[in-house]
């Protein structure tokens, strides 16, 4: 499995569904693709919404983040994460 930060900024289409049963029908999307919401935060800034996804890979991510888009209207950019830990070991081995 591999983990992807989705950072969502929503429109104001996105902003007339929210709704408990709308976050279900998304979270049940990425499990469909094989993977699993690790955590999802509302957040104040400059994007309103941020997920930890674990899915099976970038294609996996690629077709979340598209299901996303058609289903809330909210744009995410989804990037590839590395756990810091490994990191440090990658960084280490160069």
């Not at 598209?66 to 989804?78: C, E, M, R, S």
């Amino acid at each position: 499995m591999a983990s992807f930060l989705m950072l969502g900024k929503y429109t104001n289409e996105s902003l007339e569904g929210i709704s408990a049963a709308r976050t279900r029908k998304a979270e049940q999307l990425v499990t469909e693709s094989g993977g699993e919401i690790k955590a999802a935060y509302a957040l104040l800034g400059f994007y309103d919404i941020a997920l930890i996804v674990d899915l099976p890979g970038a294609e996996e991510a690629a077709r979340v983040s598209l299901a996303f888009y058609k289903l809330t209207g909210i744009n995410f950019t989804t990037s590839p994460a590395v756990a810091l830990e490994r990191f440090d070991e990658l960084a280490e081995s160069v």
